[in-house]
């Protein structure tokens, strides 16, 4: 079975590629991660994680929900991230939680998309989208070529600064970066509840027709990027910038 979180959707088309590859079925943990549903699954085909690269890690959303509920059948696990350049050393930590769920690592892939952390990084317009993702389509099937033979992922080479960016560093980027006091709404708001609505914490709440963040951000960018309005900005950086969905 194939278990994906995604903010913007391109931890989406990926799952859902190598699930049509492999004939998995395939679950998106919104509503579980949101409602706190940490009840048991089962699949007898192997388990394979996709998801985005938070800081050169799994998001802690998941790696908590993944930590509370068991996964029963199959004790083979895969994982793929999404990233815009990099997973670092996440791989290492993804196998130390492997083992703690008393399930066998067959390997972290990483998988080149297009960039959606507006917060911090330019966002491509859908011309440059698009070719991101026709160039990683090859990488993603064999991905799934591979998961349909049940073969372990190659494990990449890891360097010095893999293991920093993946250490030292996420552990001083989640508390320092990964909040919502930078979000703002503009005049642009049409009060529609969308960005509530796609929160996978629930920490948007409307209040006078107007969003209002909580503590709980996870950083998945899904409320500034599928606002139908392009009324909320992070700080000054997003301004101007296109708002990335997967076109895919």
């Known amino acids: 079975m194939v278990l994906y979180f995604s903010g913007t959707g391109n931890s989406a088309y990926v799952a859902k590629r190598i699930g049509a590859a492999t004939g998995d079925g395939v679950l998106d943990l919104f509503e579980r991660i949101r409602g706190r549903n940490i ?29 509370e509920t068991e996964l029963l059948g199959s004790e083979k696990l895969y994982f793929v991230l999404t990233c815009g350049e990099s997973m670092g050393n996440a791989g290492a930590y993804l196998e130390k939680l492997a083992a703690a769920k008393g399930l066998l690592d067959l390997g972290c892939a990483a998988v080149t ?3 959606n952390y507006i917060a911090m990084f330019e966002t491509p317009g859908q011309e440059e989208a698009l070719e991101t ?33 993946s250490g030292a560093v996420n552990r001083i980027f989640y508390p320092a970066c990964v909040h919502a006091r930078k979000f703002r709404v503009t005049e642009k708001c049409i009060s529609c509840g969308r960005c509530a609505e796609v ?50």
């Open 113 to 115: 998309m297009p960039e």
């Open 133 to 165: 993702i026709a160039g990683a389509e090859r990488a993603i099937d064999e991905l799934a070529r591979r998961i349909g033979r049940g073969e372990a992922l190659p494990r990449p080479a890891v360097s010095w600064k893999d293991r920093l960016l």
């Open 39 to 67: 009840s048991a699954l089962r699949s007898e085909r192997p388990w394979v994680v996709v998801a985005p690269t938070y800081a050169w890690r799994l998001p802690r959303a998941v790696e908590h929900w993944l930590k």
């Open 199 to 248: 929160c996978p914490l629930a920490n948007i709440r409307m209040e006078g027709g107007a969003p209002v963040w909580g503590e709980k951000c996870t950083h998945c960018m899904a409320c500034i990027c599928r606002c139908p309005a392009e009324a909320i900005e992070y700080g000054r950086h997003s301004e101007g910038l296109p708002r990335y969905v997967c076109p895919k």
